[in-house]
């Protein structure tokens, strides 16, 4: 019997570590570009490069963090990631994808993460979230213009 519940929950696992994978592999060009876009700035976030800022987000961006009182802009953006970049570093992180929507020059991307992370006084934290990133196109190129999500409540 321990067995078989084994079975099953490897199963499961490997079912649901596959299927932001499988859902990725169906997706057209254009969504497969925003997702780039989505883990590089994850990448260069990671790595405390913060030229993601002036090259990925829009002027007029209003975003929303669960963590925050009220909806913030660009320039507010980049003095709590100076901050925080003084604070905690990032050791591993994982993205989700979930859906990603486009209608003309606007995009909606849903997805979910999980990072472990360091804070400056070497105390160590695994944490899950979710995003909603609404993305415009100008110029070309895609850039932030919203989003609303963070870190889930602590249990």
Sequence with gaps: MAVRRFSVSLLSL???AFAGAAAAQTWSPDQQEIWRFEEQQWKMAKEKDLTWIDKMVHP?????????PSP???ASLL????YGNTNATVLEQELFPISVTIT????VVQYSYSIARENYK???ETVTGRYTDLLVKEGGRWLFLAWAGGDDPKK
């Design 122 to 124: 070497k105390d160590r």
């Design 79 to 82: 003095r709590w990631n100076r």
């Design 60 to 68: 007029n961006l209003s975003y929303w963090d669960v963590d925050r």
């Design 104 to 107: 003309g020059n606007i995009a």
């Design 14 to 16: 490997a079912l649901a």
């Design 72 to 74: 913030q802009n660009k």
